[in-house]
């Protein structure tokens, strides 16, 4: 069974920055695409960044230049750091990873913006 763990969430003052990371149990080589989501509340959950096995990088519009995905494969690790947050970028944030057996999620770290 597949556990991811993310981390790195908290309270930050618009402007601010935070770097959420993702811990996977097995090796992400497994997983073609892995990728941040969030959800604010009463909203859907909607993609924030992906990338891929390849190093293909995709951003929601409303993140592009603030936020950078990373993913370091020898350490079953997938990053995103961000900068310049808005009261906007508030909600949970959820790890997951796409493979051939399924898709998976980790249980969410919230983040909140606020002064």
């Known amino acids: 069974q597949v556990q991811l763990v993310e981390s790195g969430g908290g309270l930050v003052q618009p402007g601010g920055s935070l770097r959420l990371s993702c811990v996977a149990s097995?090796?992400?080589?497994?997983?073609?695409?892995m990728g941040w989501y969030r959800q604010a509340p009463g909203k859907q959950r909607d993609m924030v960044a992906t990338i891929t096995s390849g190093g293909r990088i995709n951003y929601a519009d409303s993140v592009k230049g603030r936020f950078t995905i990373s993913r370091d494969n020898a350490k079953n690790t997938v990053s995103l750091r961000m900068n310049s947050l808005k009261p906007e970028d508030t909600a949970v944030y959820y790890c997951a990873a796409r493979g051939v057996n399924g898709d998976y999620w980790g249980q969410g770290t919230q983040v909140t913006v606020s002064s």
């Open positions: 097995n090796s992400i080589f497994i997983f073609n695409t």
